[in-house]
Nanobody
Framework: QVQLVESGGGLVQAGGSLRLSCAAS????????MGWFRQAPGKEREFVAA????????YYADSVKGRFTISRDNAKSTLYLQMNSLKPEDTAVYYC?????????????????WGQGTQVTVSS
């Protein structure tokens, strides 16, 4: 099984920035497509961003385009989410996910492994 551990969450004011990290245990990290999802209280888990095995292609939810950037460092087996211009509606638990496929999906069942989540809270 692949273990995924998120970090970097916290409390930030509206307009501020955070960088989330996801450390993976997989020796073959570069062979996994990766994604970020988030879940706010009382709501379903929703897609945020995804990246291919090589990092050559990225995908974003409309709500975060232009503000969030997904990236990966295969040498460090780590996934990142740079979050800028944060809004109160970005408040949620953010989850890292891995899929053993070439192109990442935008739905939950496209992913095989999940992290425990990290809390992001944006205050106004």
């Amino acid at each position: 099984q692949v273990q995924l551990v998120e970090s970097g969450g916290g409390l930030v004011q509206a307009g501020g920035s955070l960088r989330l990290s996801c450390a993976a245990s997989a020796r073959t990290f570069r062979s996994y497509a990766m994604g970020w999802f988030r879940q706010a209280p009382g709501k379903e888990r929703e897609f945020v961003a995804a990246i291919t095995w090589s990092g050559g292609s990225t995908y974003y939810a409309d709500s975060v385009k232009g503000r969030f950037t997904i990236s990966r460092d295969n040498a460090k087996s780590t996934l990142y989410l740079q979050m800028n211009s944060l809004k109160p509606e970005d408040t949620a638990v953010y989850y890292c996910a891995a899929a053993q496929r070439v192109v990442p999906g935008t739905v939950r069942n496209a992913y095989d492994y999940w992290g425990q989540g990290t809390q992001v809270t944006v205050s106004s």
